[in-house]
């Protein structure tokens, strides 16, 4: 079930994300939310190397994180530990998440939805999360908002030194998908320099709703960041959906 594109970039992952002002910036909204739905018990999909798994478990939660990729695991696994409170598990996104009803939450963040590859993917994805939670239970949703992008020309979003490379991360539009380009370049070897784009989805309100009340859910809710600010298509930096199972 490895993904090798994912697992050859997991140091590269973690080097472009300041964790930190990250998780600085989220830890409200999820208290906020938290409380709101009486978490105890959640799972993190497309967990990636753990972070926000790993703070939640920090708060006194019990999560598992889920992910398709081996190596991104293995780094939770080693930064983290792992016990009956904190378990990584690898999946694939189209598998039902188990033990089904069983979670307070279930979370998909930092853009991993968008990747699903289409519309109906991502849907069946929200679909399972919506039947990993209890009756009462919350799906949280976090994708990048791809139509503030212009269409067209790369934004460069980021430049890291890190461990003898630099990284480069750059987003842009063309029509309804969104791109990532990254350069990952060594400091120490000649033609050193490799390239990768990742395609992500455009994603709209009314898809994420519509999918969500086809699964079981009852009141679904949009942001455009986690400040609980309204969306706006041309101006907010994410779209985050909560959707309550009925």
């Known amino acids: 079930m490895s993904n090798n594109r994912f697992d050859d970039l997991t140091d590269v992952y973690e080097a472009m994300i300041d964790w930190p002002r990250r998780l600085a910036n989220d830890e409200p909204f999820f208290r906020r939310l938290f409380e709101q739905y009486n978490v105890k018990k959640l799972v993190d999909v497309a967990c990636g190397t753990g972070r926000h798994a790993a703070m939640f478990h920090g708060w006194g939660l019990d999560v598992r994180g889920v992910d398709i990729s081996a190596n991104m695991l293995e780094r939770a696994r080693t930064q983290f530990g792992e016990s009956n409170r904190l378990k990584w598990v690898l999946r694939n996104f189209d598998q ?55 269409d067209g020309p790369c934004i460069w979003q980021k430049i890291v030194r890190d461990q003898g490379r630099l990284i480069l991360k750059g987003v842009h539009r063309c029509g309804e998908r969104g791109f990532v380009e990254l350069i990952v370049g060594s400091l120490e070897e000649q033609d050193g320099i490799k390239t990768d784009t990742f395609q992500f989805l455009g994603l709209r309100p009314e898809e994420l709703q519509t999918s969500a009340l086809e699964h079981d859910a009852d009141e679904v809710i949009f942001f455009g960041n986690h400040q609980d600010q309204p969306y706006q298509p041309k101006s907010s930096p994410d779209l985050i959906m909560v959707a309550r199972k009925s």
């Open 96 to 150: 039902p998440i188990e033990p089904a009803g069983s979670y307070d939450a279930a979370l998909c963040l930092g853009n991993s939805l968008a990747l699903a590859g289409s519309v109906e993917s991502a849907g069946r994805l929200v679909g399972n999360m919506l039947a990993a939670v209890r009756p009462g239970g919350v799906v949280v949703a976090q994708v990048m908002n791809v139509w503030k992008l212009p």
